[in-house]
């Protein structure tokens, strides 16, 4: 193959590579299990919050999103009220849990509770 023949090739290969690129689609926004923004109030004003606001906005039905819950590591309710997801952290328990409203809207807080008491760390 001479030269110019390498050269098409090559510009080929790179327009396939950078239209592979333009077609992936973005999946939904990741749930934030950092705790940044924890809060000692009822947890509503939090990052996480504000992900599974952003995540399941979608009105996807009750049992889907808690189907993802559970993927995430959540355990959920039987009656499908809400899932929740604890983490030890010393003393300390930070508790991510999503509610579900009556039209089917999720809800995320996340709270931290040590040794029986709410700790607040803004």
Do not use: I, N
């Amino acid at each position: 193959m001479g030269r110019l023949g390498m050269v098409a090739v090559l510009s080929v290969l790179a327009a396939c590579a950078v239209g592979e690129a333009r077609t992936e689609v973005a999946g939904p926004p990741a749930l934030d299990l950092s705790e940044k923004g924890l809060t000692s109030g009822d947890g509503a004003d939090t990052a996480f919050a504000r992900s599974v606001a952003a995540r399941y906005a979608g009105a996807a039905p009750v049992a889907e999103v808690m189907q993802d819950l559970t993927a995430h590591g959540f355990s959920c309710d039987e009656s499908g009220a809400y899932c929740t997801r604890a983490v030890m952290d010393g003393p300390c328990a930070d508790a991510w849990t999503v509610d579900f409203s009556d039209d089917g809207t999720a809800h995320g807080t996340l709270v931290r509770r040590c040794m029986g008491a709410v700790v607040d760390e803004e």
